[in-house]
């Protein structure tokens, strides 16, 4: 007779303990859930650029002088530092050599040595493209070799263009690249001849 109270005894405890490990495990499970959802996985590697084509300019670092980058599209209309932005061409930095170089990070005055100007065309309109390179303002007096990068980023990136050109002085300016864009979006006629588009003259 006490053998079978104990079983009855213990087959009265198994529900209830039954029901609490469900509990636990189903509180478990959602915590797990919400843990994933609030911290989803990194997808490490994967570049969603907002644009088509990105062109960098870029000159030694530590120069204080300063180069622009002058882009003509295929309707004449110009971007520049004093225009930044005109249809999808897009001017996303403007540097000026050692003038704003200086950051504030955590308190303390940090020197970004990194001479580079970068420019976005978000989209694929047909025509000509000119790129130019002017030598803005000099404090070294020495020439600047600077060099250009034209890479097509969408949908793989891919390298277009890439070669250094020398700045002999201040004033000057030199067509770093032009190229056109089909009406099906394709790159064509990649070339250097010459336009001026700041001096308003050949150059």
């Known amino acids: 007779m006490a053998v079978f ?5 213990m087959s009265d405890v198994d529900p209830f303990t039954d029901l609490l490990f469900n509990a636990l495990l189903t509180f478990t499970f959602l915590f797990l859930i919400a843990l994933l959802l609030m911290n989803p996985t990194a997808k490490s590697g994967i570049i969603n650029p907002k644009a ?3 062109l960098t300019v870029s000159w030694p670092d530590n120069s204080p002088d300063d180069i622009d980058t002058w ?3 295929p309707k004449g209309q110009m971007i520049w530092f004093k225009r930044p932005q005109e249809g999808l061409m897009h001017l996303d930095r403007d540097d000026r050599g050692a003038v704003n170089d200086m950051q504030l990070i955590d308190g303390k005055e940090i020197i970004n040595p990194l001479n580079q100007e970068i420019v976005t065309i978000r989209g694929r309109p047909p025509g000509e493209f000119t790129v130019n390179i002017h030598y803005y303002r000099s404090q070294t007096l020495k020439a600047v070799p600077v060099t250009v990068y034209l890479a097509e980023v969408n949908p793989r990136l891919k390298v277009l ?4 050109t020398t700045l002999e002085r201040e004033g000057e300016e030199r067509t770093a690249v032009r190229f056109s864009i089909s009406p099906n979006g394709q790159i064509t006629a990649i070339n250097t001849l010459q336009k001026s588009l700041v001096l308003g003259g050949k150059i």
Do not use: H
């Open 71 to 73: 882009v003509e599209g």
């Open 5 to 9: 109270k104990q079983r009855d005894t």
């Open 52 to 54: 088509e084509f990105m």
């Open 161 to 164: 263009y890439y070669a250094t």
